[in-house]
């Protein structure tokens, strides 16, 4: 890998599942490293979280990213599901800073803008999209590509929106969800 | 400290204050060792969630407890505090984990009957119980005292409730709350 890259580690948080994407980034290239999901283990909670824990700082250790990115949660209909998401979340947090990684933070608006053009994207479309813009076989699965598309956004994030417009290797991009402003191609 | 006391750990996780209780724990006997609160510090979420963490590692490198304690939360009126306040909670339960500390949950209600006897206690009364549980000159500040009754809760349920009848130790209970069944004096 090239000095010049940056490799950036995107976290979809779950108590069940916590799907990863790695990502090389540099300019207007992204490189696909890996991605796939923690199976989170145990029984109680805090032995759910260590389990958390310990997967992403294999995961962190396995593939040394340089910057970390994970979607900021909003409240949920069921406050239940908020509480043991927001524990999670808390967890995937302390398992980034404690390997020392930045951690960025983007909405899902700003995760499904990023990678599909527009907020309201399906589970699906972000998949496909995902796969498309790291020219993947296949759809990676949900989790996987939903941490992926954290990584991608900030990789987008980056490198200011405004560089899309030079360059193909998010070509894909430009087929949906973008406009011209003020002269560049700026996404919606 | 004898071998035979068992020192433990209670937090009152909060993203703004952090309160911590520390008492060694024999049978009927307690006795205090310390307590305080973290001052969270930092401006992001990750920031402060990692100052959180080192807070609380500074707290068990300095008191080496053997057992953590912290209690259990339910969903808030507000759905945004309820968030914030489980990634608070996945946070500390991360530090505790991370430190091979067993954790223990409590819900509220069982800290409130384990100190004052009852559930509907207010904070002040879990303060004033708890600086004669454990004989301090002076009432500990909120947070230290809710991390305090965690630890004391804990104890209680160590021991078996039923010991409380023996023992002097743990007196201040048998004024307020307190009750016989079948025989036995137990937390009501």
């Known amino acids: 890998m090239s ?34 999901v923690i199976k989170v283990a145990g029984e109680g909670l805090p032995e759910r979280l260590r389990s958390l824990i310990d997967g992403i700082h294999q995961v962190v250790d396995t593939y040394a990213p340089q910057e970390s990115v994970i979607e900021k949660v909003f409240v949920n209909v069921n406050p239940q599901s908020t509480l043991l998401l927001g524990q999670a979340r808390g967890a995937a947090i302390s398992a980034l800073v404690l390997k020392d990684l930045p951690v960025h933070e983007y909405t899902a608006l700003q995760l499904k803008k990023a990678v599909v053009g527009h907020g309201k994207a399906k589970k699906e479309q972000v998949q496909e999209m995902v796969a498309r813009l790291l020219s993947l076989p296949a759809n990676p699965q949900a989790d996987a590509a939903d941490a992926l598309a954290a990584a991608i956004c900030h990789a987008q994030n980056r490198v200011q929106i405004a560089l899309l417009s030079q360059n193909g290797a998010l070509g894909g991009l430009s087929k949906k969800g973008m406009r011209i402003k003020n002269g560049r191609l700026v996404s919606l």
Chains 1, 2 share one sequence.
């Open 3 to 36: 000095q010049t890259f940056t490799r950036l580690l995107g976290i979809d948080p779950g108590l069940r599942f916590t799907g990863f994407g790695v990502i090389d980034v540099h300019q207007h290239t992204m490189r696909y490293v890996a991605s796939g």
